[in-house]
Structures are given as structure tokens and as C-alpha cells.
């Protein structure tokens, strides 16, 4: 039976925050953050991962101890995207860049390649893609030049949307990054605050595989830690001009807005991951990422739980999250097919 906490207690707040764990076992933290804090979902970085045998008994112990704490299972989520961003190596399918896939793929063969990741990322637990990234990366000064489909915009659209496709024919939730586009950008969001250099108010370019990831049915959204000179000058994490006005009323989406980790220095350098996320999900988030302090995980929800202006933004998420997680497969493959599929692929 599910054990609802109250909404002003932490572990109500728990539920809107994805977090990494320490290692590769379930081990005293990862059992704390989702027995106690009860937190919505996980990350899982290289620290995580050694095998495909180690990944689902990690994948299963985690979710055994989230559905005895509350009845629904975690999202479980990885960066698979491609390139120099795939947590999981061989024998794990490798993929290629998005930009070499852009230039010597078809869109077609973008969606079969996703759904063979997907089916992988299935068996071994997972249940989120941290993938496509839907950025317009127009030059190579771009820091998403290499994680970008094309610099043309239906480009990008067709690729992206087809392993939107992919993905979710394989059984897992893709997640559409980064809105509202940093393929405007000429700095790492993962050191400092970008700024869009289009000028364009209406982010037409940037917006357009956005527009096709909604129009597709994807189930998640993640934001990017950019300025927009041309909405406001908040990034768009913490604005409810790119979350609630553009992304929910204009582009009409009504799935998961999860924002991208709190930690990076775009947010970072101004303002601790628990502010950070006390103003991102004031501004329309859903999802809270925190990947590596779990100490700021607990004490986001305190800040969280002690803000009363945010019970019915609290309220509106924890619906959202709550519809998505339900719909969850509660557990992953046998642990005999895992091995039977990697035993064919050696």
C-alpha cells in the first residue's frame, strides 16, 4: 500500500527530484534517498555501471525498495545518446554521433538504432533516455555540435523525432532536450550561463524539432540552462516565461518538464541546487535533477516542504510524475534472457 507522505513533510517533495547515487550496488545512501526521501526517479553516470548483469541486479534492488516504500517503481534513467555521451560501453550497442548519424543515416534508420538502444536499456531496468537532444547547433563553435542532428532545423526534427519513435516503440520514455534550444549558443552550460545569440523572439529554428517532438507524443521535455535576451533575462530552467508560456501554452505540451542537473555551473555559480530548484519548479519544472550531492537532494526538499506557496505547483507535478510512473513496467527482464541477448552479441 502506498504510503503518502503529507505535503508539508520532505518525503512528499521527494517525489519531484531525480538524483545519482554513490556507486554500482545498492548500497546505505541509494537505499536512504529512495526508502526515506522517496524520491521519483534515478540517474545512473559511469560510476553506476560495470556490467549488464550488475546494472539489473542494481536496477531491481532499487526498484524493489521503491515499490515497498511506495507502491509505484522509479524512473530510471541514463544519458544514452550517442557519441562521447553514452554511459553504457560495450557490449552495450555503441552509437554513433548524432551529427556523423545526421550525415551518413536515414531518419529510418535513426528510429530502428533507438529502438534496438531501448530494447537494451529495457532489459537491463532502465525505463528513461536522457536522449534526443533536439539542439540546432548552426557552426562548430556550438558546444552541441557534435550531440547535434544537423544545422538545419527540419533536419534535426526529422532525426530527432524518429528516435523519439524509436524509443518509444522499444518500451522507453525519450526525453527532449534542451529546451528552447542551445544550438544558439557559444559557451558550456556545463561552466557558465549561455546566452541565445539568434535575436530571433520567436525561436522559430530552435522551437521547430521542439514543436515535432509534442506533435509526436513525447512523454518528457528537459530544460536548458540558457538566457533568452529576447523572453527574460532568468535562464530558462528558472522561468516561467520558456516553461509555462512557451513550452505549456504555446508549443501545447502536457507531458514531464524535468530540468537538466541543478549542479552545472549555468545555475550553480548563482545559486545552490536547492534554490535552483525551489525557482525551477516555481517557474513550471516537474522533475528536479540533482546528480552527484546527495545531501543537497534532502535538503531541496526541506526547502521545498517549507515553502507554502508552492503546495499547488507541488500538487500539479506530483500528478504528472505520479500518471507517468504508473504506467511503468514494475520490474525488468528475466535475468536468463539479459544473458541469453548479451551471450549472442559477444
Not at 3 to 9: F, V
Request: with cysteine.
Amino acid at each position: 500500500m502506498e504510503n503518502q507522505a503529507k505535503i508539508d513533510h520532505p518525503a512528499f517533495w521527494g517525489q519531484l527530484l531525480m538524483v545519482g547515487i554513490p556507486g554500482p550496488r545498492m548500497e546505505a545512501v541509494a537505499r536512504e534517498l529512495v526508502r526515506d526521501l522517496k524520491v521519483g526517479g534515478v540517474i545512473l553516470f559511469a560510476r553506476n555501471i560495470e556490467s549488464p548483469e550488475q546494472v539489473w541486479e542494481l536496477t531491481r534492488d532499487l526498484q524493489q525498495e521503491a515499490l515497498a516504500a511506495t507502491g509505484r517503481p522509479l524512473l530510471l534513467a541514463v544519458d544514452q545518446e550517442g557519441g562521447r555521451v553514452q554511459r553504457l560501453k560495450a557490449p552495450f550497442t555503441l552509437i554513433p554521433a548524432a551529427r556523423d548519424l545526421g550525415a551518413t543515416s536515414t531518419p529510418d534508420e535513426v528510429e530502428r538504432l533507438a529502438r534496438q538502444v531501448a530494447r537494451e536499456l529495457a532489459l537491463v531496468g532502465l525505463n528513461v533516455n536522457l536522449a534526443p537532444v533536439l539542439d540546432v547547433a548552426r557552426s562548430p563553435a556550438c558546444p552541441q555540435w557534435d550531440r547535434s542532428y544537423g544545422s538545419d532545423p527540419e533536419t534535426a526534427a526529422n532525426y530527432a523525432v524518429a528516435a523519439i519513435r524509436g524509443y518509444l516503440s522499444g518500451g522507453i520514455i525519450p526525453v527532449a532536450k534542451h529546451f528552447p534550444g542551445l544550438g544558439d549558443t557559444v559557451v558550456d552550460s556545463h561552466e557558465i550561463l549561455p546566452l541565445a545569440q539568434s535575436g530571433d523572439p520567436q525561436r522559430e529554428a530552435d522551437l521547430l524539432p521542439f514543436r515535432g517532438a509534442v506533435a509526436a507524443g513525447a512523454p518528457m521535455v528537459m530544460t536548458a540552462h540558457l538566457a533568452v535576451p529576447e523572453w527574460e533575462e532568468r535562464p530558462a530552467t528558472l522561468s516561467p516565461v520558456a516553461l509555462k508560456e512557451w513550452l505549456r501554452r504555446r508549443l501545447g505540451f502536457d507531458g514531464v518538464i524535468i530540468t537538466d542537473d541543478l549542479e552545472m555551473g549555468a545555475i550553480a555559480t548563482k545559486l545552490p541546487a536547492p534554490q535552483g530548484a525551489q525557482e525551477a519548479l516555481a517557474a513550471g519544472a516537474d522533475l528536479l535533477l540533482i546528480c552527484n550531492n546527495w545531501q543537497a537532494a534532502w535538503e531541496t526538499a526541506r526547502l521545498l516542504a517549507a515553502d507554502a506557496s508552492l503546495a499547488e505547483r507541488g500538487r500539479e507535478s506530483a500528478a504528472r510524475l505520479n500518471s507517468l510512473r504508473e504506467n511503468l513496467p514494475r520490474q525488468g527482464s528475466e535475468l536468463k534472457v539479459l544473458q541469453e541477448y548479451f551471450a549472442r552479441r559477444s
